[in-house]
């Protein structure tokens, strides 16, 4: 008799169960919970989809900076090449006046020591982490500091 009283409460509690749930549902679907719900979730997805956009956009952005940097430094390293080898053949210039004896020990001993300088600071450039417009202006610098140096070597050696 106890197992038949049992299985009745049990059916009895889950019909009640059922019946609440089923007027929850009706209730929450009368009231617009659910559409609620559903809206505040799109609203969500068209947010993350716009975060997700304005991510790829800055990724784009910041792969067109790379490049930019990278084609820069390329730039920069060619003319840091030109400069150097300008520089060989301006102390190749030197050493010639002073094997011909077409300047003074003073004069061969300033003149290289501007051309070790212009070195030095050539490749300190190679090296250097400094934004690209000082970079710019720093490598057109020795360009004309180097030029400078180029007149006053063969003003001497024709001389």
Partial sequence: MIPVLKLTFI????????????MDTRSKVSSGYYDSRLNEERRRLENEQDKQTQLKRDQQRIEDERLSVERDLTRYEGQLAALDSDLKKANTDLEAARRKNQLSRSEYEKLKSDLEQL???EKAQQYSKADPAEKQRKLEELQQRRQALQKAIQALATS
Avoid: S, W
Avoid at 14 to 20: A, K, Q, R
């Fill in 119 to 121: 070195q030095f600071e």
């Fill in 11 to 22: 059916a009895a509690a889950t019909i009640t169960l059922v019946g609440c749930t089923y």
